[in-house]
């Protein structure tokens, strides 16, 4: 799965990476080392304009953890972070989703947790892992969207509608495959345009669009325990630690 991620960019590095042509400058999210289930995310989606029937492309920010617009509360997507890339085009929750409203979750990299047994001198743990990019590079997580309204809140009132989203998630490769069993997928730049392309919605086409990030060259990096608790965040959470527990 994906449970947790890092996110720094500046609007402006996101906008210019990805050609955004859309952003409200009244919306800002802080830059986070431990971005959490039901935070606010930076997306990329395109969107038919209304008025004119122009796509745009947009940076926008979106509630993580997907909620279909037939549920009946908005907690339901704490559970649902996450969207198996194996059933993301037959599941009710996502398939419209994933037919019609797909974004990029730009991050840096995501934390992983790998399960220690336990020895005579320690009990069983959960150690952290930091898996990026070797060379670096931003990754585009594939992400779906959707559109929840609040039927408890008048239409004028803020929180009546609210925008969330999910990540697409296949079996671990390379080094997020030594930690956990499954990983985030991303898009590929070339494939950014087809991927949020809301009038492209061939199932077999789009999942050709999924790959694994960086092309499976990660790096994987032992960090601390202070990013299991959502309130911490900054840079030094991923300073890799040097006694990294092993598991075997």
């Given amino acids: 799965m994906c449970g947790r991620y890092a996110s720094t960019r500046r609007p402006h590095d996101l906008i210019d990476r990805f050609d955004v042509s859309r952003w409200d400058p009244g919306q800002v999210l802080d830059p986070s080392w431990n971005v959490a289930p039901t935070n606010d995310v930076w997306s990329v989606l ?29 907690s339901i997507g704490a559970k649902m972070i996450n969207a198996r890339v194996e059933t993301v085009a037959e ?3 996502y398939r419209r989703a994933f037919a019609k409203r797909r974004c990029l979750l730009p991050a840096d990299g995501f ?30 997580l594939a992400g779906l969207y959707e559109f929840w309204r609040d039927p408890d ?10 925008t969330t989203c999910t990540i697409i998630t296949t079996e671990a490769t390379d080094a997020a495959g030594r930690v956990h069993p499954r990983m985030p997928l991303t898009i590929a730049p070339d494939d950014w345009s087809a991927w949020l392309d809301p009038a492209h919605q ?24 202070a990013v299991n608790n959502v309130r911490n965040n900054g840079p030094h959470l991923l300073d890799e630690i040097a006694d990294a527990p092993s598991d075997s």
């Fill in 111 to 140: 934390y992983e947790w790998q399960a220690i047994a336990a020895t005579e001198t320690a009990t069983a743990r959960k150690q952290p892992y930091f898996i990026t990019p070797e060379n670096g590079q931003i990754m585009a």
């Fill in 153 to 162: 809140v008048p239409d004028d009132e803020p929180g009546a509608w609210w």
């Fill in 91 to 93: 599941k009710p929750a």
């Fill in 202 to 225: 061939d199932p077999g086409e789009l999942r050709g669009l999924l790959t694994p990030p960086a092309a499976g060259h990660l790096d994987a990096r032992a960090v601390s325990t």
């Fill in 46 to 74: 395109e969107r038919v304009e209304h008025d004119t029937g122009e796509v745009t492309r947009q940076l926008r920010p979106l509630r993580w953890g997907l909620v279909p617009s037939w549920a009946k509360s908005l």
